[in-house]
C-alpha cells in the first residue's frame, strides 16, 4: 500500500507489503552459510530462556533488515528458510525525523514469527538525527528517548493489526492464508532498531496486549543503545526477557553518553571479543560513555587506527567499525 505525499515537503509514504521467500536456493557464492533453525523445529510454548539458535536466526533477520521485504525475501533460503512470508512497514517523513521500517518474518505454517526493526542506516542523515533526539519523553512507566518512540509510533498500528491478525487469523479477509495462528513470537533489532524493539516489547507489556505477551519468548538485541531511564529499565527488566548482544568495541551500546542524562541498561548481556561466540556478561561489561565528544573521537581514532599496521594492536574501548551487524552475525554464527 503506497499513500501519496499531501504536503510537498512533508511527506509521509506509509508501505505495507508481502513477500513470499523462494522454496530452493542452490547456487551459493563462497562457504555455504550455516543454517538457522527451521521455525517448525523451535519449541513452541517454550519458557522465556536464551536459545543461541534464536540468537543467530534474530542476528541475520536484523542484518536484512537493512534491505527491504523482497531481498530478505530471496536471502532466508540461502539460511535455510524457505517458503517464509516477510511483511514490510515503512514510513517516511522527514520533517518529523521519522524514517521507519520494520519486518514481520513468519514461519511457512504461521506458528513462528520474527519482528525486527531496521537500525540506522549509514547513509540516512534523518536517521542519525533521530538518534540524536535524545530528549526524555514520558512513557507508561518512566521515560523514553523521544527519537527512538517517535519512529516506533508512527509504524505501530500497521504492525499491531498484523500480528493480531496472525494470532487470530479468523480477523484476516482471506482466513490467514491457511497458516496456523502464531504461537511464538521474537523481537529483535540491530542499532536503532534495538532500541526500538525494547520500546515495542515495553508496549506489548503495558497495556492492551495481554494475548500477545504469553507469545512473546524473547527480545534480542544487537548493537543496541539504551533506550530509557532508570524508571524505565527498572520497571522493564521484570517483564520480558531481554538478551542484549554487544560485539567487542562497539560504540553505540555505550550511548547515550551521561552528559545528555542517565540512560543505563537492562537485560542480560553477551558479549563477544571477536574470536569466538558470545558469553554471558555478569555483571554487564557495557557502561555508559561520559562524553558524546570523547565516545566519538575515540570511535573515529580507533576506526583510521586498524587501518596502519603500526597501530593495529592498538585497542581504544570504543569503536565505530566493531557496530556493524556483520560482526553480529559472524558471532552469533560462532556460538551455535
Aim: proline content about 7%.
Amino acid at each position: 500500500m503506497q499513500t501519496p505525499s499531501l504536503h510537498g515537503n512533508d511527506e509521509l509514504h506509509l508501505y505495507e507489503g508481502t513477500q513470499t521467500s523462494p522454496t530452493r536456493s542452490e547456487h551459493f557464492f563462497g562457504l555455504m552459510p550455516p543454517r538457522v533453525p527451521p521455525f517448525k523445529a523451535l519449541p513452541v510454548d517454550a519458557p522465556q530462556q536464551y536459545d543461541p539458535r534464536i540468537a543467530y536466526l534474530a542476528a541475520v533477520v536484523s542484518a536484512w533488515a537493512y534491505a527491504d521485504a523482497r531481498t530478505m525475501a530471496m536471502q532466508l533460503p540461502y539460511y535455510g528458510l524457505p517458503n517464509c512470508t516477510v511483511r514490510e512497514f515503512q514510513v517516511v517523513n522527514d520533517a518529523m525525523l521519522v524514517v521507519s521500517a520494520a519486518y514481520f518474518v513468519r514461519s511457512e505454517d504461521g506458528r513462528v514469527g520474527v519482528l525486527a526493526f531496521r537500525g540506522t542506516r549509514p547513509n540516512d542523515f534523518i536517521n542519525w538525527l533521530t538518534d540524536a533526539n535524545t530528549t526524555l519523553i514520558n512513557f507508561q512507566y518512566g521515560k523514553v528517548h523521544a527519537g527512538f518512540f517517535a519512529n516506533v509510533e508512527p509504524i505501530w498500528g500497521a504492525i499491531a493489526c498484523a500480528i493480531d491478525d496472525a494470532i487470530d487469523p479468523r480477523r484476516n479477509a482471506n482466513g490467514g492464508g491457511g497458516k496456523a495462528p502464531l504461537e511464538n513470537l521474537y523481537i529483535t533489532g540491530h542499532s536503532l532498531g534495538a532500541a526500538m524493539a525494547v520500546i515495542a516489547a515495553a508496549r506489548i507489556f503495558s497495556s492492551d496486549y495481554l494475548d500477545w505477551r504469553t507469545r512473546v519468548r524473547g527480545v534480542y538485541t544487537f548493537g543496541q543503545p539504551a533506550a530509557g531511564d532508570g524508571v524505565f529499565a527498572r520497571h522493564y527488566e521484570t517483564q520480558f526477557a531481554l538478551y542484549r548482544h554487544v560485539y567487542r568495541y562497539d560504540v553505540v551500546p555505550h550511548l547515550p553518553p551521561m552528559d545528555v542524562g542517565l540512560f543505563p541498561h537492562f537485560g542480560t548481556e553477551f558479549y563477544s571479543d571477536g574470536a569466538g561466540g558470545w558469553q554471558a556478561m555478569q555483571p554487564p561489561r557495557t557502561t555508559q560513555a561520559r562524553l558524546v565528544t570523547f565516545a566519538a573521537i575515540i570511535a573515529l581514532a580507533s576506526f583510521l587506527a586498524r587501518r596502519l599496521t603500526i597501530l593495529r594492536a592498538l585497542r581504544l574501548p570504543y569503536s565505530i567499525e566493531d557496530h556493524g551487524p556483520q560482526g553480529y552475525v559472524d558471532a552469533s554464527r560462532a556460538s551455535l
